[in-house]
């Protein structure tokens, strides 16, 4: 069968005159119908859980815009609070979680099997997406990434320098690894629930990659991506893999070969120039213009987007930002994004 959504022919590696296009966060705050709609379901926890909502938002910035590839609207806190973890959201704030300190904590805690009690409606929300996106649109389903997911489920809410779980790992790394060992086996089970449901490709979060040095990099960022990808690969086969090593560096180089991932997103802080040379050389990139870009437009904007296309340009490349479009974003300047990327090649 010959491919013809972008977004999959650039996962399987080829380079296209132009490149195919999604925003990460692109059904957001940024847009007033995302605000109508999330209104409506009366909170964020709400609206992940309502499929008709869910798939709304998730279809709103492909009406508006025609992206390529449509993400599945829901949140990487979903799998611990699927796995027994309380959370809410404060506004203005984020998220807050139970906190895991001591093994008591740990063994409140159901298995893999017991997760899909919680998150059968982001099935349900796949589903409703695959009879309703525009035949040409590539549905991304994600997960978070076990250190990721780690760090917020640790400390019960987002922290900056990821503190309370590095403290556990050097405290108590039976425990910590107990929880990494949950989460990646609860990852596998919920991204392959994913799959069977419709998501096209599947994106792997590790917002917090970047905090991981040396050895523990391997064994924590690297080592879970390369587990779960071989068993999605094996259980689906030919199912396209984004990993998104925030902030690795030079964690980078060589990340999709030592994966297995089809495609690696980079963030702001590698360059195109960089990343052309040191990463695309293996593969698929994803990226990497700066959001802020979506708040200040202009010719910057237009500039900055021809220069990151013009240095992929010799290998397969997927358009988008380093990191979530935020809040303050103008609408108009994510068109000018489009426009610019699509006139280019
Ligand atoms: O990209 C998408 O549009 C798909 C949906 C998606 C959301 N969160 C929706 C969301 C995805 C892929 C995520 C990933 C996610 N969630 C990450 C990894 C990527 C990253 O941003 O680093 C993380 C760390 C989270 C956890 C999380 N969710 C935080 C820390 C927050 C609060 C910060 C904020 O932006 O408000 C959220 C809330 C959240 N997740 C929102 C959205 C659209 C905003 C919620 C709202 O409408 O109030």
Redesign the pocket.
């Known amino acids: 069968m010959t491919q013809q959504k972008t977004i999959l022919r650039a996962l399987a590696g080829e380079t296209l005159p132009t490149p195919p296009i999604w925003m990460?966060?692109?059904?957001?705050?940024y847009l007033p119908e995302?605000r109508a709609t999330?209104a409506e379901a009366g909170d964020?926890l709400k609206?992940c859980y309502n499929p008709e909502l869910a798939a709304e938002v998730t279809l709103q910035p492909i009406r508006r815009y025609g992206f390529d590839a449509a993400?599945?609207?829901?949140?990487?806190?979903l799998l611990p609070q699927a796995l027994g973890a309380d959370l809410w959201?404060v506004?203005g704030e984020?998220?807050r979680l139970s906190t895991i300190t001591e093994q008591s904590d740990f063994d409140k805690l159901s298995g893999k099997e017991d997760i899909h009690e919680t998150l059968n409606p982001i099935y349900e929300t796949v589903r409703i997406l695959r009879r309703e996106l525009p035949e040409e649109t590539t549905l991304i389903g994600?997960a978070?990434m076990p250190w990721?997911v780690a760090t917020?489920m640790i400390a019960g809410q987002?922290t900056k320098d990821q503190g309370p779980a590095h403290a556990l790992k050097a405290e108590n790394r039976p425990l910590f690894e107990a929880v990494m060992d949950r989460l990646t086996e609860g990852t596998i089970e919920y991204l392959s629930k994913q799959i069977e449901a419709g998501a096209e490709v599947v994106?792997l979060?590790d917002?917090w990659a970047g905090s991981l040095k040396g050895e523990d990099f391997q064994k924590y960022a690297v080592e879970p991506a390369r587990v779960i990808t071989s068993e999605l690969k094996k259980r689906h086969p030919g199912i396209p893999v984004i990993g998104f090593p925030?902030e690795a560096g030079e964690g980078y180089i060589g990340f999709a070969k030592q994966t297995g991932v089809d495609c690696v997103a980079l963030d702001n802080s590698v360059s195109a120039e960089w990343a052309a040379a040191n990463v695309q050389v293996d593969g698929c990139v994803q990226g990497n213009l700066k959001s802020s870009h979506m708040v200040t437009g202009g010719q910057a904007l237009v500039d900055e987007a021809r220069a990151i296309v013009d240095a992929f340009k010799n290998g397969p490349h997927i358009f988008n930002l380093g990191?979530?479009i935020t809040?303050d974003a103008d609408p108009e300047n994510v068109q000018l994004m489009i426009d610019t990327v699509r006139s280019c090649g």
């Open positions: 990460m966060r692109q059904a957001g705050r995302y999330r964020f609206l993400i599945l609207f829901a949140d990487i806190l959201f506004t984020g998220p994600f978070g990721t917020y987002g994106k979060f917002s925030r990191h979530g809040p």
